[in-house]
């Protein structure tokens, strides 16, 4: 269970430090092929809504920056 945290913790340390634009483009990617497996599972794929989706996060955490630690 140790190892496991150790891994968050890592992981969590490592988002954290990314920089604005890194952010958002990860989250983005990370919410269209997470909604694009869902598609693929459910048995409708459908291209447009991952693609949309991803975009659309990357523009608002881009926009509202909410890895910005208050200082």
Request: aromatic share 14%; charged share 15%.
């Given at each position: 269970m140790?190892?496991?945290r150790?891994?968050?913790?890592r992981?969590?340390?490592?988002?954290?430090?990314?920089?604005?634009?890194?952010?958002?483009?990860?989250?983005g990617?990370i919410?269209a092929?997470?909604?694009?497996v869902?598609?693929?599972a459910?048995?409708d794929p459908?291209?447009?809504?991952?693609?949309?989706?991803?975009?659309?996060?990357?523009?608002?955490?881009y926009?509202s920056?909410?890895n910005?630690?208050?200082e």
């Amino acid at each position: 269970m140790d190892g496991l945290r150790q891994v968050y913790r890592r992981l969590d340390n490592w988002v954290w430090g990314l920089s604005r634009g890194k952010y958002a483009i990860l989250t983005g990617i990370i919410a269209a092929l997470c909604s694009l497996v869902i598609t693929f599972a459910l048995g409708d794929p459908n291209y447009g809504f991952p693609i949309g989706i991803g975009l659309s996060l990357t523009i608002l955490y881009y926009w509202s920056n909410p890895n910005q630690r208050e200082e």
